[in-house]
C-alpha cells in the first residue's frame, strides 16, 4: 500500500489538514479524545507505522515517527500524542514479538482494528517512570495478578490493549525485575479514575488507571524477565523522544505559521503601515524560525541515528527531545508576543498552543532527567541510580 514513504506522508498530510484540523478546536475544548482522526489513520492503513515489514507492518522507525507526528501535531497536539503511544507502544510488542503477540496484537494492530498505549508512569515513581512499583504475582500456572495504580495513561480507556510495566513480587531491587506486559482493556480488574481534564492536551485522554488483581496469562509478558532495561532503553525511550520530539515540532511551527499571518495582515492606520514592515518584528520572526529550524535538524539527525543504530543515538534523541521542549514552550511564548492582544484572549489558537506546549517539559523522559542522562553518559556514569 505505501511502497513509498512520500504516499504515507501525503496521507498523513491530508488527514491532519482536513479531520484533525477540523477537530482540534473541539478537541481541545471538550477534552474529546480525538477518535476521527485516529480511525481514519487506521483505516489508511497507518497504524503499524512503526511495526516491521516481516510483522505486516510498514517497517518505519524513529525518523518516520517523528515526521508523523510533527505532521499531526500542526493541527492539534492531542491526536499526535496519541497516535505516537500508540506507534511507540506497537514498536514494544514488536521488538520480541511472540507467535501469541503477533496473533493477538499485531496483526489486529496492522489491520487497523486495534488501538494499544503505553502504562508506565505511576504517581509513586513520577518522571522516573522505569521504576514501577505495580506488582506482578505468580497465581497459578502459566497465570499471574497484577495490582498497582498507573497515572496518566494516554488512550486510557479507549485503547484495546496497554503496554503495562510492572514488578515482579519478591525481587528486592526495584528495576531488575521489571517487565512489560499486554493488559486488554476489557480486562477485568482494571478502574479508570475520572477524565481526564488537562491545561493542554486536553484531548488526550490521559486517565489514572487501578489494576486490581488483574489476571494475564504468561503469553502476555513482552521478552524475558529482566528484559526492562533493555526496554527503557532500546524502544521505549527512543520512541517515547521521537513522537513527543515530533509532536511539539509541529506545535512550534503552527505558532510560527500563526504569527507569520498575523504579522503580515496587521495594518495600522494611524500610519498606514503594515507590521510585517518593523525591522524589530522580522528579527524576531528570523529568531524564532532559526530555532524551530535547528531543533528540527536536531530531531532528524537524532532518529536518523537511532535508525541507523549509531552507537550515541540515544544521547542525541536525549538532547533532541530536551531541545524541542524549550523551544517549543519559547516559540510558542514568543509567538504570542508577535501577535499582541488578540491572541492574548481566551479560545484563539496560541491560547491552545500554549497549553498544549506546557507539557513537553513534564512528559517522561522530562528534560531534567534528559539533561541528567545525558551528563551521565558523557561522564560514563550509570544512567540509572535514584539520585
Ligand atoms: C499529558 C500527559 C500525557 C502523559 N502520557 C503518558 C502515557 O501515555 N504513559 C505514561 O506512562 N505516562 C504518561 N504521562 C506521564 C509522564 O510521562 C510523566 O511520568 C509524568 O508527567 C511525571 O509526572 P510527575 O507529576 O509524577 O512528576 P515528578 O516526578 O513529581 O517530577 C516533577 C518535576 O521534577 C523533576 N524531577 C523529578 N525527579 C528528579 C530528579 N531526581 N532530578 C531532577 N529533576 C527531577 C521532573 O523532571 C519534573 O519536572 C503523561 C503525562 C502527561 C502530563
Redesign the pocket.
Known amino acids: 500500500m505505501y511502497s513509498d514513504v512520500s504516499k504515507i506522508f501525503d496521507t498523513v498530510e491530508d488527514i491532519s489538514r482536513t479531520i484533525t484540523r477540523e477537530d482540534a478546536d473541539i478537541t481541545d475544548k471538550l477534552a474529546k479524545w480525538p477518535e476521527r482522526s485516529l480511525r481514519k489513520l487506521q483505516q489508511e492503513g497507518l497504524a503499524g507505522l512503526t511495526v516491521p515489514l516481516e510483522c505486516g507492518g510498514l517497517g518505519h522507525g524513529a525518523q518516520v515517527l517523528a515526521q508523523v507526528c510533527e505532521t499531526l501535531g500542526q493541527q492539534c497536539a492531542s491526536t499526535a500524542?496519541c497516535y505516537g503511544?500508540h506507534c511507540v507502544g506497537s514498536a514494544v510488542i514488536a521488538s520480541k514479538v511472540t507467535d501469541y503477540q503477533q496473533e493477538k496484537y499485531l496483526t489486529p494492530i496492522c489491520e487497523g482494528n486495534h488501538l494499544t498505549?503505553?502504562?508506565?508512569?505511576e504517581?509513586g515513581s513520577?518522571?522516573?517512570?522505569y521504576l514501577p512499583q505495580t506488582r506482578m504475582q505468580y497465581s497459578s500456572e502459566h497465570e499471574y495478578k497484577i495490582n498497582g495504580a498507573?497515572?496518566?495513561?494516554?488512550n486510557g480507556s479507549k485503547a484495546d490493549s496497554y503496554v503495562v510495566s510492572a514488578v515482579a513480587e519478591g525481587s528486592s531491587m526495584p528495576g531488575e525485575q521489571f517487565n512489560c506486559v499486554m493488559i486488554k482493556g476489557e480486562t477485568e480488574g482494571l478502574t479508570w479514575d475520572k477524565e481526564w481534564k488537562?491545561l493542554g492536551?486536553r484531548g488526550?485522554s490521559?486517565r489514572n488507571l487501578e489494576l486490581n488483581a488483574v489476571k494475564i496469562s504468561d503469553n502476555d509478558i513482552l521478552g524475558q524477565f529482566g528484559d526492562q532495561i533493555w526496554y527503557v532503553f532500546n524502544v521505549i525511550t527512543p520512541y517515547f523522544l521521537a513522537a513527543m520530539a515530533g509532536a511539539y515540532l509541529g506545535v512550534a511551527k503552527s505558532a510560527i505559521d500563526e504569527a507569520t499571518q498575523h504579522i503580515k495582515n496587521r495594518q495600522f492606520s494611524f500610519n498606514g503601515r503594515s507590521l510585517a514592515s518593523s525591522s524589530v518584528i522580522q528579527y524576531q520572526l528570523g529568531c524564532l524560525w532559526a530555532k524551530y529550524s535547528r531543533t528540527r535538524a536536531l530531531v532528524h539527525h537524532a532518529t536518523e541515528c537511532y535508525d541507523n543504530n549509531d552507537d550515541n543515538s540515544l544521547v542525541e534523541l536525549f538532547s533532541a527531545k530536551a531541545e524541542v521542549a524549550n523551544a517549543v514552550v519559547e516559540i510558542v511564548n514568543e509567538s504570542m508576543t508577535l501577535c499582541g492582544g488578540v491572541a492574548y484572549r481566551e479560545g484563539s489558537k496560541l491560547d491552545r498552543l500554549l497549553r498544549d506546549a506546557r507539557?513537553s517539559?513534564?512528559?517522561?523522559p522530562?528534560?531534567?532527567?534528559l539533561r541528567?542522562w545525558t551528563g551521565r553518559s558523557l561522564l560514563d556514569q550509570p544512567l540509572l541510580t535514584d539520585?
Open positions: 500524542i503511544m498505549s503505553l502504562s508506565l508512569s504517581a513520577g518522571a522516573h517512570f498507573k497515572s496518566f495513561v494516554t488537562g492536551l488526550n490521559s507539557a517539559h513534564v512528559m517522561s522530562t528534560t531534567e532527567i541528567i539520585t
